[in-house]
């Protein structure tokens, strides 16, 4: 499976943005799928994801109630609406897939297999 990551840019703090993860390869409707992120001088860190059935998302506390994950099976690209964009949202936003990440397992960066390019993210205050 390859990943590829799009739809990053330069906003006002306020406004949203779209991101998307077009995947290549079979089956990947069955591979949980998860969004990180890495700020300038930060360690990675996970944003939102859900589970290989789709049946459960998980959120960082800080992104709970602006940001939203979807996916579309007939496009295999999952889709990460931003909205309420703030300044330490900032940072390189990468997709992650793997067919086998347990639920328990979603937010660990280590537990995927295929990444994304990453794509900037700037907020402006």
């Known amino acids: 499976v390859q990943l590829q990551a799009s739809g990053g840019g330069l906003v006002q703090a306020g406004g949203s943005l779209r991101l998307s993860c077009a995947a290549s390869?079979?089956?990947?409707?069955?591979?949980?799928v998860a969004w990180f992120r890495q700020a300038p001088g930060k360690d990675r860190e996970f944003v939102i994801g859900?589970?290989?059935?789709?049946?459960?998302?998980v959120f960082a506390d800080s992104v709970k109630g602006r940001f939203a994950i979807s996916r579309d099976n007939l496009k295999n690209t999952v889709y990460l609406q931003m909205n309420s964009l703030n300044h330490e949202d900032t940072a390189v936003y990468y997709c992650?897939?793997?067919?086998?990440?347990?639920?328990?397992?979603?937010?660990?960066?280590?537990?995927?297999?295929?990444w994304g390019q990453g794509t900037q993210v700037t907020v402006s205050s």
């Open positions: 390869g079979r089956n990947f409707r069955s591979y949980a």
């Open positions: 992650a897939a793997d067919p086998s990440v347990i639920t328990s397992a979603l937010t660990m960066a280590t537990q995927y297999s295929y």
């Open positions: 859900f589970t290989r059935t789709g049946g459960r998302t």
